[in-house]
């Protein structure tokens, strides 16, 4: 890609949307990523007992088990979302943004 269709991407108004778009998803993503984890350390730490509590009488399965498999599980939802977000609306603002380069950054 020149230089110039370079500049001309990133003077068009779908770049700057697009850049906005892409990081408040990646803030929003990352920091509910490592609030759930770093929440789910300060538990382990600071209450462990609450991790040892048994769901159901006679269970093996402790609470602490199932908050990592559903932290895990909302770590693969969480990554779908994203996904899905930049296989549809990031990826049309690219094409939006690359037929506007090669029209002369109309």
Known sequence: ?????TRRI????????????????SV???LS??????????LVAFEP????????????LTLGVAL???LFALFWLL??????QANTRFDALNRAL???????GR
């Open 49 to 60: 007992s609450v991790m040892a509590v048994r769901l159901g009488e006679g269970s093996m």
């Open 79 to 84: 990554t779908a979302l994203y996904v899905r």
């Open 28 to 30: 929003v993503l990352t």
């Open 98 to 104: 690359l037929d506007a380069a090669r029209d002369g």
């Open 10 to 25: 990133q003077a068009h108004p779908l770049f700057a949307t697009l850049v906005a778009q892409r990081r408040r998803w």
């Open 1 to 5: 890609m020149s230089a110039d269709t």
């Open 33 to 42: 990523v490592m609030g759930l984890f770093y929440g789910l350390v300060l």
């Open 68 to 70: 990592i498999f559903s």
